[in-house]
């Protein structure tokens, strides 16, 4: 358990039940990194020490270092303590399509044994927080036989659920808790993101996740206009508080 102290908030001493969080998404493009970011700049300014890791990606531009993802930089942005690219993202996949479908393309294997021998690299440095994100929803295949989400139940850590609030996110939250659930790990937290300005019944939509969702948010965060807008002023929004 981390303790600090914390002149930014009512508390006096922070406690966090976990100092490793894997961060899901109901659903791909609903700002997993987005908001990622914006709890590892909140943890910074309540005076942790961070780390990120996103194990796979698929998607990548070519840049005078070589290639990369434009969530592994972010995450490398905001977390306080420095790693190299290839530690923050050991396996990047150039198509931005689904990971194991790339990953056979390119005619290499992904499995979960090694995606958490990457992530227990980190999560052995010293840090108060890391998080570990996620591809796309929770049932992203790595292989014909396993999923992206066999890799939190293989490091056995709480998840935070990134809800993207658009037309359909009830029934896509409530059946991820479910599998996290069923899969044996504890849904620490869940944040409402939203990615759609003019969905319908906004609040109405978010008070039923409130009372459904058997975790509780960490913060609602209004829709943003550019990604300029993004993790640092996100920060705000969020309250960790809720992981104590």
């Given amino acids: 358990m981390v303790q600090l102290s914390n002149g930014f908030s009512g508390f006096s ?40 890791i996103k194990p796979v990606a698929a998607g990548a531009e070519q840049t005078s270092e070589g290639l990369r993802n434009s969530d592994a930089v972010m995450l490398i942005k905001a977390m306080t303590e420095s790693l190299p ?20 393309q390119a005619g290499r294997r992904l499995s979960v044994s090694q995606l958490a021998g ?29 999923m992206l989400s066999g890799l939190a139940i293989e490091l056995q850590i709480p998840v935070i659920l990134v809800v993207g609030m658009k037309l359909g996110c009830i029934s896509h939250a409530l059946l991820t808790a479910e599998a996290i659930k069923a899969d ?41 206009h550019s990604i300029d807008d993004g993790d640092v002023s996100i920060a705000q929004y969020l309250q960790l508080s809720v992981l104590a």
């Avoid at 992203?140 to 036989?145: A, C, K, M, T």
């Avoid at 975790?215 to 209004?222: F, I």
Wanted: aromatic fraction near 6%; proline fraction near 7%.
């Fill in 13 to 52: 001493v922070l406690t966090l039940k976990s100092k490793h969080y894997f961060i899901a998404g109901t659903d791909t493009d609903v700002g997993k990194t987005l908001i990622a970011c914006g709890i590892l700049r909140a943890a910074a300014n309540l005076g942790l020490k961070t780390l990120a």
């Fill in 85 to 104: 690219y290839a530690q923050v993202n050991p396996v990047l996949l150039a198509p931005p399509i689904a990971p194991h479908i790339a990953a056979d």
């Fill in 118 to 146: 990457f992530c227990r690299g980190v999560m052995m440095r010293k840090a108060d927080l890391v998080l570990i994100e996620g591809a796309g929803g929770w049932r992203v295949p790595l292989n014909q036989r396993e």
């Fill in 184 to 224: 044996g790990l504890t849904l620490a937290g869940w944040v409402a993101n939203q990615i759609d300005p003019e969905m319908a019944c906004f609040d109405e939509n978010f008070a039923s996740l409130t009372s459904l969702l058997p975790a509780p948010c960490l913060g609602l965060v209004p829709y943003m």
